[in-house]
């Protein structure tokens, strides 16, 4: 099955001929990511008791080429290990930026789509989620905001039970030194 789809992928690249593609000002935004990191987490999963917190830490590579940054995150919750892995890019086509996270609580792929504000400060995604309490699908809002080459912070909404957005994640990121 995976032969019949690299030779049709490889048959509709040799019948249009186009440019290779380059990178371009988003992808160099995602390049800031590169690096090794330690992770400060606090979640809410009930927005009337005090946060659940973690420590963790993420490797963020360059590739495959020049496009795409891939991490891989550990850390431990509930006093068992926990592993997730993403990856984010810039679609040219559609203009976003477009991320991928699987982690190994979670039985489900979330995909999610973006964009920055002018500054290059701040990447806002709309996530594909499932609520964990109903199983059934939820958008949530990713807001990663830099805070200068060796900090940045993740923001998490979700929708709450009264249907207004409410914040359930912060993750603070600072770069190994």
Not at 110 to 136: C, V
Request: hydrophobic content about 35%.
């Amino acid at each position: 099955m995976k032969l019949i789809a690299l030779i049709a992928v490889a048959g509709l690249a040799a019948s249009v001929p186009q440019e290779e593609p380059k990178p371009g000002k988003e992808h160099e935004l995602l390049k800031q990511f590169v690096g090794e990191w330690n992770a400060e987490c606090k979640f809410w999963m009930d927005p009337a008791q005090p946060p659940m917190e973690m420590k963790g830490t993420e490797s963020c590579t360059l590739g495959p080429g020049p496009f795409w940054v891939t991490s891989v995150f550990k850390g431990e919750i509930f006093g068992k290990p926990f592993e997730g892995r993403s990856t984010t890019g810039y679609s040219p086509l559609k203009k976003k930026y477009v991320g991928t996270w699987i982690d190994s609580m979670v039985p489900h792929l979330f995909t999610s789509e973006g964009t920055a504000d002018e500054a290059g400060k701040a990447i806002t995604f709309i996530a594909d989620g499932l609520d964990p309490a109903t199983g059934k699908e939820v958008k949530e809002r990713w807001v990663i905001e830099l805070q200068g080459a060796d900090k940045h912070t993740m923001t998490m909404y979700v929708p709450g039970a009264d249907g207004k957005e409410r914040k359930n994640g912060e993750i603070v990121y600072t770069r190994k030194k």
